[in-house]
């Protein structure tokens, strides 16, 4: 679990497809160099969080570390386009102690998105982005959270309609300091974490109309209103 506060940015030192080391176990890893500040207390094994992605730490040095990649989160991220020297976004998992400065980010990424538009507004930056995965858009909501390459940012527009499918943040100058994002073009992709909160009130409303059994949702909807109503008349009546 993390907070979508990025703590460090690190460069990619190494990007091999198979690494037969015992601490690539065969398949891809991902060699992260300068992260000293994200080190000082690391133990193998731990989560660590690679532009919005949950990595195990397979291998690390006081400055450098190494992650086994799968091939579902290169299937899903935006990971396996990084380059030596790309720059990263870092951040470790929650402790008991950690201040929650964010939201609550599992490190597992919905999908990626495409930044269709940069624009300055005063000190700012306004990014556009389109996801390809069109579906994650039901979770987005003006004013709600949404993680990018890993950091928690509040989404300022929405269009979900047929002809738009995007939605917009904004970075202060603060942000645009602190994380990879803020550097990238457009036409570039970005780590998307939607907020998972969403994702349980969805299931949870399905599951309360799928309860009753199958053809009967409107009376589960009809029965969930009349209750609704007759609380609010007893709150009246109470007064």
């Known amino acids: 679990m993390f907070t979508g506060i990025v703590e460090a940015i690190g ?11 015992a601490a690539g176990g065969g398949g ?18 731990d989560s660590i969080s690679i532009n919005g992605t949950c990595l195990t730490i397979t ?5 450098t570390f ?6 579902e989160t290169l299937r899903r991220t935006n990971l396996g386009r990084l380059a030596v020297s790309s720059r ?8 008991a102690t950690t201040r929650m400065g964010g939201h609550f980010v599992q490190g597992h990424v919905d999908t990626v998105a495409t930044i269709t538009r940069v624009a300055a507004d005063g000190n700012a930056r306004t990014l556009r982005l389109r996801p390809r995965d069109r579906d994650t858009l039901r979770y987005v909501v003006e004013k ?7 950091a928690s940012l509040t989404v300022t527009r929405v269009d979900d309609t047929p002809d738009g499918g995007w939605w917009e943040v904004m970075l202060i100058a ?7 994002t803020a550097a990238k073009r457009e036409g570039d992709e970005v780590n998307v974490e939607v907020d998972m909160l969403g994702k349980y009130v969805e299931k949870s409303v399905a599951g309360y109309f799928e309860r009753d059994g199958a053809g ?10 009349q209750r609704m109503v007759e609380r609010h008349l007893e709150k009246i009546t109470a007064k």
Do not use: C, W
């Open 144 to 150: 709600g959270y949404v993680t990018l390459d890993g």
């Open 28 to 45: 891809t890893s991902l060699t992260i160099a300068e992260a000293d500040g994200v080190l000082e207390d690391a133990h193998l094994g």
């Open 59 to 63: 291998s690390f040095t006081p400055s």
């Open 216 to 225: 009967e949702g409107e009376g589960a909807l009809e029965r969930m209103v």
């Open 88 to 95: 990263v976004n870092l951040e470790r998992a929650v402790s």
């Open 66 to 71: 190494k992650v086994g990649v799968s091939p």
């Open 174 to 180: 603060y942000t645009q300091e602190r994380v990879v």
């Open 11 to 21: 460069v990619v030192a190494a990007l091999e497809e198979k690494d037969d080391s």
